[in-house]
């Protein structure tokens, strides 16, 4: 065996026992721990989250029963009726949420996506309960993208957005070809008159 070959193998076996020794696993190590404490991070915030939506919920809850006990307008006791099943449905949310986080060690990412999908999609209900893109809660869509950032940091916030603006893009279109019309609209407004409104705000904080 020359003498090259010999340094060659006698290095090889110098590397295979670094691998095998404490100091040659600690990289992987140190990965499986920040991946362990992001998790526990990730678990936090998505718990805050329903905390927060909980919160919201509640008190768009309780502002509809005084409005609509103090108010004689028959229409608006219908959006209120249709708000107590947006927030049921909600709570519900909040409960499996809180339910999965406590039993389940898995799927945390895949959660947090859901839950602010649903989010989302309870945006489009409240929105078109609520006056369509002239809607005063327009906001919870741009609120949503917030949320993602805080759960789901920077990629989380791009994807939640995507989502956000599509569904907002959807309610625009459906209200202005008359297939969706927001609670008490009986025609379809001009486009231009949509897209002249808080719709445009709207679109561009979410784009």
């Not at 499986?32 to 008190?59: I, N, P």
């Amino acid at each position: 065996m020359s003498a090259a070959a010999a340094v060659r193998r006698r290095e090889t076996s110098s590397s295979a026992a670094a691998g095998a020794s404490p100091a040659g696993r600690l990289p992987a190590a140190a990965r499986a721990q920040f991946d362990e404490d992001s998790e526990k991070q990730l678990r936090t915030r998505l718990t805050w989250l329903l905390v927060f939506r909980a919160a919201v919920m509640t008190v768009l809850l309780g502002t509809s029963i005084v409005l609509r006990l103090t108010s004689p307008d028959n229409q608006f006791g219908r959006v209120a009726v249709a708000l107590y099943v947006v927030g049921a449905v909600s709570y519900a949310s909040v409960l499996g949420g809180g339910v999965w986080l406590r039993y389940r060690r898995r799927g945390v990412v895949q959660l947090a996506y859901a839950q602010l999908v649903f989010d989302a999609l309870i945006a489009v209900v409240i929105v078109e309960l609520t006056g369509g893109v002239d809607s005063v809660f327009s906001f919870v869509f741009s609120l949503n993208v917030l949320n993602g950032a805080g759960v789901l940091q920077k990629k989380g916030a791009r994807s939640i957005a995507a989502v956000d603006a599509a569904l907002f893009s959807l309610v625009l279109a459906s209200e202005a070809t008359g297939v969706l019309l927001p609670l008490g609209v009986d025609r379809a407004p001009p486009v231009s008159a949509l897209l002249g409104r808080r719709s445009d705000a709207e679109l561009h904080r979410l784009m």
